[in-house]
Nanobody, 116 residues
Framework: QVQLVESGGGLVQAGGSLRLSCAAS????????MGWFRQAPGKEREFVAR????????SYADSVKGRFTISADNAKNTVYLQMNSLKPEDTAVYYC?????????WGKGTLVTVSS
């Protein structure tokens, strides 16, 4: 019912910025929650940020708080992750996720590499 496609990943130097996009298609609802997760090589997938379509401020993992900002464009069914002051430890595959009607949908991921 829901398809998610991430884009915007790439190679960036430490201290730089990058913006990820997640385009959602299919049925979504006002209570749908959108989020970003990431998985670095040899590590478990971890939560990064989340936001609701209904609005409000985002929630963030402590590791990215103050550096990353999540936002949503309801008209475009798209969520964004603005990443500033990037660090080498931010290197990971970033996945978009949507919680819809008690189901979680995942995108295929986009790779972010931060060089030191």
């Amino acid at each position: 019912q829901v398809q998610l496609v991430e884009s915007g990943g790439g190679l960036v130097q430490a201290g730089g910025s990058l913006r990820l996009s997640c385009a959602a298609s299919g049925r979504t609802f006002s209570n749908t929650a959108m989020g970003w997760f990431r998985q670095a090589p040899g590590k478990e997938r971890e939560f990064v940020a989340r936001i609701n379509w209904s609005g409000g401020s985002g929630s963030y993992a402590d590791s990215v708080k103050g550096r990353f900002t999540i936002s949503a464009d309801n008209a475009k069914n798209t969520v964004y992750l603005q990443m500033n002051s990037l660090k080498p430890e931010d290197t990971a595959v970033y996945y978009c996720a949507a919680d819809v009607a008690s189901l979680r949908y995942w995108g295929k991921g986009t790779l972010v590499t931060v060089s030191s």
